[in-house]
C-alpha cells in the first residue's frame, strides 16, 4: 500500500524536552561500541577542546524521532511497521551536544517516494535548545518494504 503522500510537509513538534546527561552519552557510545574518551572522560574531553563529554554525532537518533512518532502511528498516512526497515541517517550540526543540554525537536515529513516495490519516506528534524539555539539537523529514510511497485 502506497504511504499518503498528504503528509509531505506536515510538521510534528516534541512534546517534552529530552535532557542530555553524562550516564546517557556513555550509555549511548557503549551501545555503539565508539570506545572514544572524549565520550566518557571529561578531563579527555576537555583536552580535546570541550567544556564536558561530548555526544557522538548520531546521538540525536535517541530524541529526534520522538516529535515524528505521531505522524508513523497515524493510521491515514498508512506505514506498515512490520514491514519497515531503516534507510540511511545523516546529521549535520551547528555545534556539539553537551550535558545539561535541554533539547526540543521539530520534526518535518520532507518527502515520500516509491522505489521499486518499497516506499521511502525521509524526515527532518531540527534539533534546539528549549531556549532555540540551533543544534544540529537529522535526516533519517526509513523504508517500508514491498509497498506500492
Not at 515524528?68 to 549535520?92: C, I, K, S, T, W
Not at 534539533?127 to 533519517?140: I, Q, S
Amino acid at each position: 500500500m502506497a504511504l499518503n503522500r498528504d503528509f509531505v510537509g506536515r510538521t510534528y513538534k516534541s512534546t517534552t524536552s529530552y535532557e542530555v546527561s553524562r550516564v546517557k552519552i556513555k550509555e549511548f557510545a557503549a551501545a555503539i561500541g565508539d570506545n572514544n574518551p572524549i565520550y566518557r572522560d571529561r578531563a579527555a574531553a576537555q583536552a580535546a577542546g570541550h567544556p564536558d563529554v561530548v555526544a557522538p554525532p548520531t546521538f540525536p537518533i535517541v530524541f529526534s524521532l520522538q516529535s515524528g512518532g505521531e505522524a508513523l502511528a497515524d493510521p491515514e498516512l498508512g506505514l506498515n511497521y512490520a514491514m519497515v526497515v531503516h534507510g540511511e541517517q545523516r546529521f549535520e550540526y551547528v555545534r556539539p551536544i553537551y550535558p545539561g543540554d535541554e533539547l526540543v525537536t521539530s520534526s518535518t515529513i520532507t518527502e515520500i517516494r516509491s522505489a521499486g516495490r518499497n516506499e521511502l519516506m525521509t524526515i527532518r528534524s531540527d534539533v534546539t535548545t528549549v531556549a532555540g539555539e540551533p543544534v544540529c539537523t537529522t535526516y533519517n529514510t526509513i523504508v517500508e518494504r514491498g509497498g506500492a511497485g
